[in-house]
Structure formats: C-alpha cells, structure tokens
C-alpha cells in the first residue's frame, strides 16, 4: 500500500479528552478491578461525543473536494446532527440537517444557532432520514451548490480512523499513568465507532479485548467490523507505533 494518499483530517476537539478513573464503581466491582471512562464528552465542540473526530476526517474531505455545505441527519436522540452543524460552522461549511420532527426543542435549537437548516420529516419507516438527506442533495446540487453527504453517525471509513486515533490516544495516556488497559467496552449503533475501537486496539495494544454493547436489535459487530475492514485496506496505511 506504498501508493496511498495520506489521509487528511482537521484539528477540531480539544485533544487529549481526559481518561478519568471511577472510583466509586471500582470499589463495587470489587477484587481489585479499576474501571476508567476515556471523556469525548469533553471534546470541546458542540455537546461533545463521539462524532467530532470522525467528522475531524469527513470534513477535511468535504473542503478537499471543494464543497460549500454538508448534508446529513440522524435518529431524535443522535448527538451527530448536532456535531455536523458545530464542526461545519467552525470550518465555514453550512449545514443542511434531517432530523425527526419529534427531536427535541433544545437539539433543534442549539442546531438553529450554529447557523443550520433544519429539515424535519415524520416519524416512519428507518430509511426515512437517509433519503430525505440523499433528496436534499440532488436538491442543493440543481440550485448550483456542493454538497458533501455525512452518512448518519458519520458512519463511514473515516470514523473508523477517527476512532483509531482515539485508542491510540487512550492507550498513551494509560502507559503515561503506568495502566496496563485488558479490556475496553464501547457502545455501538452501526458498528462502525467499534470498528476502530478494534483497529486502534490491535494497533498500539494488541493484548487489549475489545467488546461493543449494542444500542439497537440489528446490530452484529462481526459484519459491520468485516465492512470496515476492507474499506479502510483500499484507501489507508496505518502509521508506525
């Protein structure tokens, strides 16, 4: 893989997130067990979460290619509407969001002040947001604009690098406090912040078992890792330890 690209990415969060010990659930745990919870709530950007150093990679695409704005969307409760519209404003992009008329007052808010169009749709069937954000597209595109697409949860090759980098991040800061990590938990939707809970992992601590705890009934971390995995071989090389 000699012949690859670099791979762009924007400086947006505030890095390193702290990792903080939980003392308290340590102590419930018992026999010794210490329990750590890396913060990207305290990423700096927006409500914070996982999405900003996904969109670290995807918005350095989207200026790459030139594009004026991004379209993308999410579920009532997802923090990547939110995200997009923070990252897209710190970096003059507009921000075209599709969310669920019954989202609440405060993310719709927050998106209408970080300069966002707002495109609700009803509640239905779940490829309702993915086509309405592919529609909006077409849309801006006849009126002359670019728009780049952010799939939801910024799903895509370079969220699984977003998240790599986060491994490698936390896995510094452990050797830093002399921590030997055995065992790291995450939550997954798509599969695909896992994905590079998993690549980072097998990177820089390859003792280290990965495990994803599900947040909805579909998903299987198997396949969407596999999905990943040969994407991410197609257009990136992963840098020295």
């Known amino acids: ?3 690859l690209t670099p791979v762009k990415k924007l400086e947006l969060g505030c890095w ?10 340590g102590r419930i745990l018992g026999n010794g067990k210490r329990l750590f919870l890396k913060r990207d709530d305290l990423c700096g950007v927006g409500l914070g979460g996982n999405k900003v150093r996904k ?16 379209v993308t969307g999410g579920g009532s409760r997802s923090n990547q509407p939110i995200a997009a519209a923070a990252c897209a404003n710190r970096v003059g992009l507009s921000a075209y969001l599709v969310m669920p008329e019954r989202t609440g007052v405060v993310p719709r808010y927050l998106a209408q002040q970080l ?3 707002i495109l609700p749709v ?27 697409l952010i799939p939801p949860g910024a799903s895509s090759v370079h969220g699984v690098l977003g998240y790599s980098d986060a491994m490698k991040e936390l896995y510094g800061q452990a050797a830093e406090m ?15 912040t896992y994905a590079g809970v998993v690549l980072g992992t097998k990177l820089y601590s390859p003792s280290t ?5 599900s947040i909805g009934r579909r998903f299987c971390h198997k396949t ?3 999905k990943w995995q040969r994407r991410l071989s197609a257009v990136w090389e992963p840098q020295p330890r």
Do not use: F, W
């Open 224 to 226: 969407p890792c596999a």
């Open 115 to 117: 300069g966002a169009v």
């Open 16 to 25: 390193p997130t702290p990792l903080q010990e939980l003392t308290n659930m």
């Open 122 to 148: 009803e509640a239905g069937e779940s490829g309702t947001v993915p086509k309405v954000v592919r529609q909006t597209a077409k849309a801006l595109r006849e009126q002359g604009r670019k728009p780049y």
């Open 209 to 213: 078992s990965a495990t994803a705890i």
């Open 1 to 3: 893989m000699d012949n």
């Open 178 to 192: 002399g921590l030997k990590i055995d065992h790291v938990i995450c939550c997954g939707g798509t599969g695909n």
């Open 55 to 70: 969109l670290e990679y995807i918005l350095a695409e989207a200026l790459e290619q030139g594009c004026d704005c991004v």
